[in-house]
Antibody, heavy 118, light 107 residues
Framework: QVHLVESGGGVVQPGRSLRLSCAAS????????MHWVRQAPGKGLEWVAI????????YYPDSVKGRFTISRDNSKNTLYLQMNSLETDDTAVYYC???????????WGQGTLVTVSS | SYELTQPPSVSVSPGQTASISCSGD??????ACWYQQKPGQSPVLVIY???KRPSGIPERFSGSNSGNTATLTISGTQAMDEADYYC??????????FGTGTKVTVL
């Protein structure tokens, strides 16, 4: 049974950094691309990042490019999101999700809340 | 940037059919998928690769994608189907994009 558990969220001041983690279990982690998706309070879903199964390829939307970095440790079955230069608009629940063929995300974690506020 | 547009809300009576549209330029040339999100919960994939249902998703959920529009259809809608629904598409040029979301209300 696939299980994804995010951690690392919290309250942080604008301009500061935060690192999120996502512990994966129940599937062969090293075989799948992984994503981060966020949802601001009361808003829709926004894709944040993807990393290939071996970590060699990473892509981001313009809204976070240059500030956020996705990474993974396949030996620990863990996905990361390093968030730098945080802005108030980055306030959201951050989900990690497993990628599958055709570009869909077939399993999601429970999310971790990041609040950027002074 | 690529955009996917959904109606903000759809209302349906129990037992009837709900259809949710998702519009984007040449969307039919890409794979579309759909997620269901209930209040306070994480999204759940209900349709992938335009029309495939993941294991455990009821047969009343179906999908299609052609031209500029993908459609999620819920046949015999039940009260438990009340939720927000998001479409999503991907291709190498547009990357990953979510639709604006549709709130389905079962009256």
């Amino acid at each position: 049974q696939v299980h994804l558990v995010e951690s690392g969220g919290g309250v942080v001041q604008p301009g500061r950094s935060l690192r999120l983690s996502c512990a994966a279990s129940g599937f062969t982690f090293s075989s799948y691309a992984m994503h981060w998706v966020r949802q601001a309070p009361g808003k829709g879903l926004e894709w944040v990042a993807i990393i290939s199964n071996d970590g060699s390829n990473k892509y981001y939307p313009d809204s976070v490019k240059g500030r956020f970095t996705i990474s993974r440790d396949n030996s620990k079955n863990t996905l990361y999101l390093q968030m730098n230069s945080l802005e108030t608009d980055d306030t959201a629940v951050y989900y990690c999700a497993k990628g599958q063929s055709g570009g869909s995300l077939d399993y999601w974690g429970q999310g971790t809340l990041v609040t950027v506020s002074s | 940037s690529y955009e996917l547009t959904q109606p903000p809300s759809v209302s349906v009576s129990p037992g009837q059919t709900a259809s949710i549209s998702c519009s984007g330029d040449k969307l039919g040339d890409k794979y579309a998928c759909w997620y269901q999100q209930k209040p306070g919960q994480s999204p759940v994939l209900v349709i992938y690769e335009d029309s495939k249902r993941p294991s455990g998703i009821p047969e009343r959920f179906s999908g299609s994608n052609s031209g500029n529009t993908a459609t999620l259809t819920i046949s015999g809608t039940q009260a438990m189907d009340e939720a927000d629904y998001y479409c999503q598409a991907w291709d190498s040029s547009t990357s990953y994009v979510f639709g604006t979301g549709t709130k389905v209300t079962v009256l």
